[in-house]
């Protein structure tokens, strides 16, 4: 399949379109695996979350550059619009939710476990945008922060997303600050008795500690999702 | 295949080939991948169970598990998420010893584990030193991230069967997919053949 777009959305990260010819549709939250080749035959593949909502004609995906990756940084920094790539999926229908499954909808993101759940919300709002959600995003700082424009136009629209940076933050910042504790999630997750159907994407450490606190309040521990992104994304 | 205009990649060093499988690559780190929380059972609540087509279901406290022979084993792991990490260190029981003296019909098992995880196998890939019970990982109590108290480890497939939080085996007749096996990933899990998908 070719790239058909590409733009920038942090200094760490890109936005690949991909033409994917008899793409047979996806959930949003499903990742697909792609797939490298040196010349001489050697080959690399690593798996990416979708960005895209089923409805989006065009495939896109939101790489992450890690240290060392020798995937994610071909990716990020060197694929131009016009190369063929090779891919496979879509991959994994746990981590996935459609407008049939309902809500309250809640999304915890940390990081680049941001762009399985903006698949959610794009699918959400394609199809009408009547699922009650709750959005947490956790990022180390605003240039970090993925898909800010987005984020912000969501909130505009009325919805519950909020922004919490952990590292740095400018002066005039009005979202939450630090580590997301307790009270933090408590304000964003609705109570148990609304039987909220949750979904927490990031690094293991993130993940770990959100999915700990849920269970400490009360979420049934089978309507929480999660899906841990490493340093081994490559 | 096609190549990847200007892709040449960092190639893994060389020796390894007979120790990484196909599409895999090495990792120093221990990443943790789990569909859900992470259950902590109280050791004082902990059993473990053999259950199913027995005559018998066999129970054991934590205090009874380890107070089985346990074996020290050294092995190489594989995620079907492609990182491999070599040379891992495990204490455990053989599931062999749990499974010693047990008459059965079965051909399958299926692993259960606290948070509703399940994984199937055939029983023939569980038996005669190819799997156990773990308790330790690097010489210490197994964290509960990486399954602890204990996980299933079943090196020669990929990790998804290596059921963390382990709480027993069901021994069945029939094969009867497990958590990912229904979800789109391969029914038995040979990291050699690349079995990572159902189409695979």
Redesign the interface.
């Given at each position: 399949m070719r790239v058909t777009g590409a733009h920038r959305e942090t200094a760490r990260s890109r936005t690949l379109l991909l033409d994917v010819p008899g793409w047979p549709g996806h959930l949003a939250g499903q990742h697909v695996d792609l797939?490298?080749?040196?010349?001489d035959?050697?080959?690399?593949?690593?798996?990416y979350s979708i960005a895209s909502p089923p409805e989006s004609a065009e495939l896109a995906l939101t790489v992450e550059r890690v240290d060392d990756g020798?995937v994610s940084s071909?990716l990020v920094d060197?694929?131009?619009v016009g190369?063929?790539?090779?891919l496979r999926g879509p991959?994994?229908?746990?981590?996935a939710w459609q407008v049939a499954d309902g809500g309250p909808l809640v999304l915890l993101g940390g990081g680049s476990g941001l762009v399985p759940l903006v698949a959610m919300l794009r699918h959400r709002a394609a199809s009408g945008g009547d699922v009650e959600v709750h959005v947490l995003v956790s990022a180390r700082s605003p240039a970090d922060l993925l898909y800010r424009d987005e984020l912000d136009g969501y909130a505009a629209a009325g919805l519950d997303v909020r922004v919490t940076l952990t590292r740095t933050w400018p002066d005039d910042w009005a979202g939450g600050t630090g580590r997301v504790d307790r009270a933090g999630l408590e304000a964003v997750v609705p109570g148990p008795g609304r039987e909220p159907r949750v979904y927490v994407c990031g690094p293991?450490g993130f993940v770990?500690h959100v999915?700990?606190l849920?269970?400490e309040l009360g979420h049934d521990?089978?309507a929480?999702?999660?899906e841990?992104f490493?340093?081994?994304g490559? | 295949?096609?190549?990847?205009?200007?892709?040449?990649?960092?190639?893994r060093p060389e020796g390894d080939a007979t120790r990484v499988p196909p599409?895999q690559?090495v990792?120093d780190?221990f990443?943790?991948?789990?569909?859900?929380?992470?259950?902590h059972v109280p050791l004082s609540e902990w059993t473990f169970t053999v259950t199913g087509a027995v005559d018998a279901p066999r129970t054991w406290t934590w205090e009874e598990l380890l107070a089985l022979p346990a074996e020290d084993i050294t092995t190489d792991i594989h995620c079907v998420?492609?990182?491999s990490k070599l040379g891992t260190a495990w204490k455990g029981v053989a599931v062999d010893v749990l499974l010693d003296e047990i008459e059965t019909a079965a051909e399958y098992v299926t692993a259960f584990c606290d948070?509703?995880y399940t994984t199937n196998l055939p029983l023939a890939d569980v038996v005669d030193g190819q799997a156990w019970i773990v308790y330790e990982y690097g010489g210490e109590p197994l964290e509960a991230?990486h399954g602890g108290p204990a996980r299933l480890l079943v090196p020669h497939l990929y990790l998804w069967k290596s059921a963390k939080w382990v709480r027993g085996l069901e021994l069945t007749e029939d094969d009867e997919p497990g958590?990912?096996e229904g979800?789109?990933y391969h029914n038995r899990g040979d990291p050699w053949r690349e079995e990572r998908?159902w189409s695979d």
């Open positions: 797939r490298l080749t040196a010349e035959g050697y080959h690399a593949e690593r798996a020798e071909f060197e694929v131009r190369d063929e790539l090779e991959v994994g229908g746990y981590f293991t770990e999915a700990a849920l269970v521990p089978h929480i999702r999660t841990r490493g340093p081994t490559g | 295949m096609p190549v990847t205009r200007g892709f040449r990649g960092r190639r599409g690559y990792v780190e990443p943790v991948l789990s569909a859900g929380p992470t259950p998420t492609r990182w948070g509703g991230e958590f990912w979800l789109g998908y």
